[in-house]
């Protein structure tokens, strides 16, 4: 199961070579930043967009992976009007866990059956106890979110060439399986209900998000532009 733990793991150590990188080349801009830090925390510099062109440009980057996950989708996210660093959390803590090898697959760790298609991860609810459901509900969104967020080429080309469903079908699936999955005594017992309620609530905007995570960082060279215009254009609508 995943649960959102990045902003908690961030060091103090980290928060100050986030500093280093705002101000490498400015010793005042370095020590505006010093004082942001100690006057507003350190999710004030996890907000900043050049800690996040630091990241992507430094050569020098040593932040662990995970907090750089962070940066990009929380400032993805406020990107889209989604300003909840909860949501933030998730999603990166997601998009980490499901790096994994084989994760994406799995409802959870110590899980021995993978699903690969959402239909039976729906079928599979249909003799789940509470527990059980809970983590098929959740992972339905786990699944829809990283997929359609990451991957939106491969979701348009299956449903081009082989008639797969489109990007609403997982807007769908993935809302109505957090939304689901929040409103059972597990997401109470697991302090999850409010967080996986407004993921579920925001699906489309979150996912969206992720979409520019995608489109601009990991494969910016990849994919048709005239299928990421034709997104540009939906999300107007």
């Given at each position: 199961?995943?649960?959102?733990?990045?902003r908690?793991?961030?060091t103090?150590?980290?928060?100050?070579?986030?500093?280093?990188?705002?101000?490498?080349?400015?010793?005042?801009?370095?020590?505006?930043?010093r004082?942001?830090?100690?006057?507003?925390?350190?999710?004030?510099l996890?907000?900043?967009p050049?800690?996040?062109?630091?990241?992507?440009?430094?050569?020098?980057?040593?932040?662990?992976?995970?907090i750089?996950?962070?940066?990009?989708?929380?400032?993805?996210?406020?990107e889209?009007g989604?300003?909840?660093?909860?949501?933030?959390?998730?999603v990166?803590?997601?998009?980490?866990?499901f790096?994994?090898?084989r994760?994406?697959w799995?409802?959870?760790?110590?899980?021995?059956?993978?699903?690969?298609?959402l239909?039976?991860?729906?079928?599979?609810?249909?003799?789940?106890?509470?527990?059980?459901?809970?983590?098929?509900?959740t992972h339905?969104?786990?699944?829809?979110?990283?997929?359609?967020?990451?991957?939106?080429?491969?979701?348009d080309?299956?449903?081009?060439?082989?008639?797969a469903?489109?990007?609403?079908y997982?807007?769908?699936?993935?809302?109505?399986?957090?939304?689901?999955?929040?409103?059972?005594?597990?997401?109470?017992?697991?302090?999850?209900?409010?967080l996986?309620?407004?993921?579920?609530?925001?699906?489309?905007?979150?996912?969206?998000?992720?979409?520019?995570?995608?489109?601009?960082?990991?494969?910016?060279?990849?994919?048709?532009?005239?299928?990421?215009?034709?997104?540009?254009?939906?999300?107007?609508?």
């Open positions: 199961m995943i649960l959102p733990t990045i908690a793991s961030v103090r150590d980290d928060a100050l070579h986030l500093v280093e990188l705002i101000g490498r080349d400015d010793p005042e801009l370095r020590g505006l930043a004082d942001r830090l100690e006057r507003d925390g350190v999710d004030a996890l907000d900043d050049r800690v996040r062109n630091a990241i992507l440009t430094d050569p020098q980057v040593r932040v662990p992976p995970p750089v996950f962070f940066v990009l989708v929380r400032q993805a996210l406020l889209g989604v300003d909840d660093r909860g949501i933030a959390d998730f990166a803590s997601l998009v980490v866990g790096g994994r090898a994760a994406a799995r409802p959870s760790a110590d899980d021995d059956r993978e699903y690969v298609y239909v039976d991860l729906m079928a599979g609810l249909r003799t789940a106890d509470a527990r059980r459901a809970f983590l098929l509900r339905l969104g786990n699944y829809s979110l990283w997929l359609a967020g990451l991957f939106p080429g491969y979701v080309i299956r449903r081009r060439t082989r008639g469903p489109s990007m609403d997982f807007d769908q699936m993935g809302a109505a399986g957090y939304v689901a999955a929040a409103d059972s005594r597990e997401a109470e017992r697991w302090g999850m209900r409010e996986l309620d407004g993921v579920g609530r925001d699906f489309v905007r979150v996912r969206e998000a992720l979409n520019r995570v995608s489109d601009r960082v990991l494969w910016p060279e990849s994919g048709d532009p005239i299928d990421r215009l034709l997104r540009e254009v939906q999300r107007g609508d």
